[in-house]
């Protein structure tokens, strides 16, 4: 699946360790489709991903450069809340270092404050975005089109129960003006970025509609683990890369008209 890409001048492969948190029971909607998207880019751009699927219990690589979180049910949280917690300082001090990190609908409400589930259940968060998420007998569900200051037009699909507030001065990934609710069909906001931690209720999967999220996510780990995010490709990858991005920029504009 990964296309070779020209080495270094000298030779030298550029490693990128990439974690997929929880796919056994957080990856519901294809948002495993995350992780396939930013392994092929990265493989495009000349750098070498290795992809670690972390359940409950496995321990963490030798290398986090990146964490790829998805969404789930109630059931699917309330499974890994225990094993997020003993990973909590962890992930604080690798979301304080920079690493990038992006979490979808169920984890992104739980590395908010609090998530309180419709049957009255508290499931306290691991605090690293300023947010808490109330379950409600609604369920927002449907297309989600929003914008964003730094990364555009973002489309995705949403379905979820928990509404989201997030605190003063949290900010948003965008804003919903008319397709979807966002984080609570109430203010308008849509997901949260704090340092290089997203969260967000897009399913879709997010990153093969959305490539400057992936680019994003890409930059700050190479940035972080090589010193500078330096893309070294053949005419083949860039090829490529224009290719895919062309299908994601009309899906795009399909679904923001
Ligand atoms: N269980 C959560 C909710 O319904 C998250 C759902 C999801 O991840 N799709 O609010």
New binding site residues.
Partial sequence: MQTPAPAGRDGETRPIDVVSLYPRDMN??GDSGNVLTVTRRLALYGYEPHVHEINQGDPWPGRVDMILGG????TG?KKIIDDLFRRADDLRAFAADGVPMLM???LY?LFGDYFETIDGTRLDGIGIIGAH?I?RDV?MIGNLVEHSAQFGDVIGYE????QTFLDDGVEPLGHVDHDGTGNNGEDHTEGARVNNVIGTYM?GSLLPKNPAISDFLIRAAAERRHGAFEPRQGDAQRDELARIDGVAARARKVAAS
Avoid at 159 to 162: A, K, P, V
């Fill in positions: 519901i909607y969404g789930g049910q109630d949280q979808i609908c169920g409400q998420t379950g369920r379905n979820h129960s928990g399913h």
